[in-house]
């Protein structure tokens, strides 16, 4: 089974000719709604990878929660473990330009309610595998990886959005997926001297002994584990929404690993399920299911 503890989203999506800089307004024709968040994200990729999937997060009390938590329902995500709290359910206000790049802001609400101990409302062990983002209040994600690793489970962790991970949640991880920016960031707390995300992924596994994936966007990914380079391409695909592939990447490599596939193996399941959910636009709408991946990745 996968546990993933994380962030539930509701995003409202522009397509604007830009994306505006500080101080500057854009137009964009009219908006979406579809269902989002980090966590959620990687929760339905995975689950449509193929895995059992369990969803341990917080939505409000409101008219967005339904919504943000629709598609995980109707691909028959494990809600019992995620909690109903008094705050609004987190929003994703995102602009996405014509090459399908995108800027998001995101507005908390009930994912700051998100709490560790939710967890101990499912029977996890060895065998199970968590993913963790950092969309959810940092001591919290600490604490679920502590549970997960005292119960037995693998830990992954997203390093999205960016920043540092304390070392105690470092240590507790098995591995760690982060895209170039997310990398260089690290690299930066962690005070080395490279520009090279690809390094930092290498430093990593050598110094921690912890395998790191660097997701490279239209490149494919790059991953270090035991002293081991690992690439994998990606296909050639128009993007047309690139919001939510890092997650798919998450959520297929997590399911791929779920069903005893090696790592470079993984990586390919990521590579090939990320491809496919920028053909489309939305973040979990335009998620792939385990045949289309099976058939890129080969
Ligand atoms: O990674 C994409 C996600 O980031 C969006 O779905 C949005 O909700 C934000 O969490």
């Not at 604007?16 to 800089?21: L, M, Q, T």
């Not at 920043?163 to 240590?171: E, I, N, Q, Y």
């Not at 779920?258 to 973040?283: E, H, N, Q, T, Y």
């Amino acid at each position: 089974m996968i546990v993933v503890f994380g962030s539930i989203n509701l995003d409202l999506i522009t397509r604007v000719e830009r994306i505006p800089g500080p101080g500057e307004t854009t137009l964009g024709v009219d908006y979406a709604t579809s269902p989002g968040g980090k966590g959620a994200n990687q929760a339905l990729a995975a689950r449509r990878a193929g895995a059992k999937v369990a969803m341990v997060g917080a939505v409000g009390k409101d008219s967005f929660a339904a919504e943000a938590l629709a598609l995980l329902k109707a691909d028959d995500v494990d809600l019992s473990a995620t909690a109903e709290v008094a705050a609004p359910t987190g929003a994703a206000f995102i602009a996405v330009d014509p090459n399908g790049e995108n800027a998001i802001v995101v507005a908390s609400g009930a994912n700051r309610f998100a709490k560790a101990a939710q967890l101990e409302q499912l029977a996890m062990g060895p065998g199970d595998i968590l993913v963790l983002q950092r969309e959810t209040p940092p001591a919290e994600v600490e604490a679920a990886a502590l549970h997960a690793k005292a119960k037995g489970a693998r830990v992954i962790l997203n390093l999205a959005p960016a920043g540092a991970p304390s070392d105690r949640l470092l240590r507790a991880l098995d591995a760690l997926i982060a895209n170039e920016h997310e990398a260089l960031t690290l690299g930066e707390a962690a005070k080395l001297e490279t520009r090279q995300p690809e390094e930092v992924a290498a430093h990593l596994d050598r110094a921690l002994g912890l395998a790191t994936i660097v997701t490279l966007g239209a490149a494919g990914a790059v991953g270090y584990s035991n002293g081991v380079r690992f690439a994998s391409a990606a296909p050639a695909v128009k993007a047309v929404d690139t919001t939510g592939a890092g997650d798919t990447f998450v959520g297929a490599f997590a399911a791929a690993l779920d069903r005893g596939l090696a790592f470079d193996d993984a990586i390919k399941r990521g590579v090939a399920a990320g491809s496919l959910a920028c053909a489309k636009p939305g973040a979990q709408p335009s998620m792939p299911y385990a045949a289309e991946i099976e058939a890129l990745a080969r």
